[in-house]
């Protein structure tokens, strides 16, 4: 019998920083397409390090995704 995985997020500035620094096995990052300054260099280069896709979305889309409204 097969089991469904259900997709896990992980949200927040913190959490996805840490996420990356621990190489925690993430297939996806999606950020807000506004986001510029240190924090957007840190998550661009971690994810370029580690061959992680990084998408750019427009903050209503992950406010969609996870239903809340601070990232």
């Known amino acids: 019998m097969e089991e469904k995985i ?3 997020f992980l949200v ?3 959490p996805v ?3 990356l620094n621990d190489h925690f096995g993430i297939e996806k ?3 807000d397409n506004t986001l510029k300054g240190e924090l ?3 998550v661009r280069f971690l994810t370029r390090k ?3 896709p990084l998408q750019y ?3 209503a889309k992950l406010n969609s ?3 809340q409204v601070n990232h």
């Open 57 to 59: 979305v427009p903050k």
């Open 65 to 67: 995704i996870v239903k």
């Open 6 to 8: 259900k997709d896990k």
């Open 40 to 42: 957007e260099q840190e």
């Open 50 to 52: 580690q061959k992680i």
């Open 12 to 14: 927040g500035r913190k």
């Open 29 to 31: 990052i999606w950020i």
């Open 17 to 19: 920083i840490d996420a």
